[in-house]
C-alpha cells in the first residue's frame, strides 16, 4: 500500500521541538536541519516565543538561538508578566532560565529608575559667580525633570525613549535656559558618560552569558547506547 508523504510548509511548535529532539538523538541530519530552519523562521516572524527558544535552544545545545531570545525577552513589549505564569511557554523553560530573565528584567528598570536622578552640576569658576549658581541649578534640575525624567519612564520600545538615544539626542544635544554655556558643557559631558545609559545593552548581554550552553553538535554512533545499538 502506497503512503502519500507530503512536506508540511508549516508544521507546528510542538512538532518542530519534538523532530528537533529525534533527530539530534538518532543523528537524522535531513530532519533537524529541516526542523531547525522552520524553528528559527517562525521565532523570527513572531509565532514562537522567545522563551520558548530560549528554553529549547539550552536543552539542545542550539548556542547561536540564545542571545536573540534574550534579546528578544528584554525588550519593554515583552514584559515578565505575560509570559512568566502561562504554562504553554513555562513547559519549555527551566528554573534557571525564569530567574535570570526576571532578574534582567527588573536590572533594566532599576536602571532607569536610578537616571531619573540629576547628574551633578558642574559649575565653572570662572565665568559663572557664586550669585549665579542658584539659577544655574534651578534650570539644570528643571531641565531633567521636564525633558528627561519623562522619557526615562515611558519605556515603551520606541526608539526615541531607548537610552542611549536619550543619551545621544536629548542629553549630549541639550540647550538648558537659564545655565551659563560653560557649566553646561561640563555638566552635560559628565551626564553623557554615566555607565547607567549603557544598561539596555550590558543586562541582556550579562544574562546571555549566564544561559550560553555549549554548541553541541549530532550525536556519533558510539555515543548511541548500546541498548539502542541491539
Known amino acids: 500500500m502506497a503512503v502519500n508523504i507530503r ?36 521565532f523570527k516572524s513572531g509565532q514562537i516565543h522567545p522563551a520558548v527558544v530560549l528554553g529549547v535552544a539550552r536543552e539542545y545545545g542550539i548556542a547561536d538561538l540564545i542571545g536573540p531570545a534574550v534579546k528578544a525577552l528584554a525588550k519593554p513589549e ?28 527588573e536590572k533594566l528598570i532599576m536602571a532607569r ?7 551633578p552640576l558642574i559649575h565653572d569658576d570662572v565665568t559663572c559667580r557664586p550669585k549665579n549658581r542658584t539659577v544655574c541649578s534651578t534650570s539644570w534640575k528643571g531641565f531633567w525633570a521636564s525633558a528627561i525624567v519623562p522619557r526615562l519612564l515611558n519605556n ?29 558643557e561640563r555638566t552635560i559631558e559628565g551626564a553623557v558618560g ?13 544574562a546571555v552569558e549566564q544561559l550560553m550552553v555549549p554548541e553541541r553538535g549530532m550525536l556519533e554512533p558510539q555515543d548511541i547506547p548500546d541498548v539502542i545499538m541491539a
Open 7 to 42: 512536506y508540511d510548509p508549516n508544521p507546528t511548535q510542538e512538532n518542530l521541538i519534538r523532530a528537533i529532539s529525534i533527530s539530534r538523538q538518532w543523528s537524522i541530519q535531513n530532519l533537524y536541519d529541516y526542523a531547525l530552519d522552520h524553528f528559527k523562521r517562525q
Open 78 to 105: 515583552m514584559p515578565f508578566s505575560s509570559w512568566s505564569t502561562d504554562e504553554a511557554i513555562i513547559c519549555h523553560t527551566t528554573v534557571k532560565e525564569v530567574g535570570v530573565i526576571g532578574r534582567m528584567k
Open 113 to 119: 529608575v536610578a537616571l531619573c536622578t540629576p547628574p
Open 156 to 184: 515603551n520600545g520606541d526608539i526615541e525613549n531607548c537610552l542611549w538615544w536619550i543619551r545621544t539626542d536629548f542629553v549630549g544635544k541639550a540647550r538648558i535656559q537659564g545655565m551659563m554655556d560653560a557649566c553646561a
Open 194 to 206: 554615566k555607565p547607567g545609559w549603557r544598561s539596555e545593552t550590558k543586562i541582556p548581554d550579562g
